[in-house]
Every structure is written in structure tokens, then in C-alpha cells.
């Protein structure tokens, strides 16, 4: 995601159709599984699936081509034995001084495959 376009609700321009950017944003969700890439900018966008602006459309467009430029990237998932299940977390519980909160996150294992992941502040 470029970081000189903010990202802010819009309820005065609506001119483009919020129903073909919900399927579009919904269909992400579902390749943000095996693309963790793309999974903080498909969140951020499904945040103004109830009325996009003009901006919001440009940083879709700009995600898919980003998708299409990177389509051979992802997740691999193999197959492996024994399938164990294996957990690995961290925190930081103090946080930085400006900021003042803790990041935690933990990452979840299946063989040698990543199947669930998080990081939260």
C-alpha cells in the first residue's frame, strides 16, 4: 500500500459502484490466506466496503496489480510426515516508550506449514 494516500471514510463521493468493490474486496479475503502479503492492505480496504471513494479504488487497482505482478508468490503448503503441530508466540510487553502498548504475536505450524498466524498490539 503506498503510504502518501491516506485511507479515511468517505460520505460525500460515491460515484463509483460499491457492489463490484465488495466482490472484489470479499474475494481478496480469500487469497489473503496463502498471501499473507496482502492481508493487512485487503483489511484496510474492507473497512470502507460500505461506500468507497474514488481513492479506495485507486489503492484496489494498485493492490491487483500488485497481485498480478507477484502471482507465482504465496504460501506453499507440502505435504509432510509426521504432521505435527508445532506453536511458537512471542510478546513485548512493554512496548516502545512513544508508543507505550505490547505486540504480541504467535504463529501455528502443521507439519512445516504455516496454517494460522497474528500479531496484535
Known amino acids: 500500500m503506498s503510504n502518501t494516500i491516506p485511507l479515511v471514510p468517505n460520505e460525500t463521493d460515491s460515484a463509483h459502484d460499491a457492489t463490484v468493490f465488495r466482490k472484489v474486496v470479499g474475494q481478496l479475503q480469500y487469497l489473503s490466506m496463502t498471501r499473507p502479503d496482502i492481508s493487512f492492505a485487503t483489511n484496510k480496504l474492507s473497512q470502507f466496503m460500505h461506500n468507497p471513494s474514488p481513492s479506495h479504488w485507486q489503492v484496489l487497482k494498485r ?26 508466540s512471542d510478546s513485548d510487553w512493554g512496548g516502545t516508550s512513544e508508543i507505550g502498548r505490547s505486540t504480541t504475536g504467535y504463529v501455528v505450524f502443521l507439519g512445516g ?3 494460522s498466524w497474528k500479531s496484535t498490539r
Open 63 to 88: 493492490l491487483l496489480c500488485f497481485i498480478k505482478g507477484t502471482i507465482y508468490f504465496g504460501l506453499f503448503l507440502k505435504r509432510r510426515r509426521p504432521l505435527t503441530l508445532c506453536v511458537f
Open 113 to 115: 506449514n504455516a496454517i
